[in-house]
């Protein structure tokens, strides 16, 4: 069993910036894949940033040059950080982590982010 837990969110104005942390404990297997997903009320969840663990990124077109995804891993945990600038109202959602260990996903209970205008 992998344990996903998120941090990070909270209220923000627009334009301004916010970094998410998700911390997940490593089982026997390494973890590959590490992502953002988010889903605001009302949508579908819908990938936000992923990073596979030779550093691979891809983002979806909405985020594009206003978020960053990185990873870092030490010890017995991996951490995946999704630093987000230049937010908008429509980044508002709650904002999930997945994690995949040998094709298996493990997600977080989620971190909502809330954006003003």
């Known amino acids: 069993q992998v344990q996903v837990v998120e941090s990070g969110g909270g209220l923000v104005q627009a334009g301004g910036s916010l970094r998410l942390s998700c911390a997940a404990s490593r089982s026997f297997f390494s973890i590959s894949d590490m992502g953002w997903y988010r889903q605001a009320p009302g949508k579908e969840r819908e990938l936000v940033a992923e990073?596979?663990?030779?550093?691979?990124?891809?983002?979806a077109d909405s985020v594009k040059g206003r978020f960053t995804i990185s990873r870092s891993r030490e010890n017995a945990k991996d951490t995946v950080y999704l630093q987000m600038n230049s937010l908008e109202p429509e980044d508002t959602a709650v904002y999930h982590c997945?994690?995949?260990?040998?094709?298996?996903?493990?997600w977080g209970q989620g971190t909502q982010v809330t954006v003003s205008s």
């Open positions: 990073i596979n663990s030779v550093g691979r990124t891809s983002y």
């Open positions: 997945k994690v995949v260990v040998r094709a298996v996903p493990f």
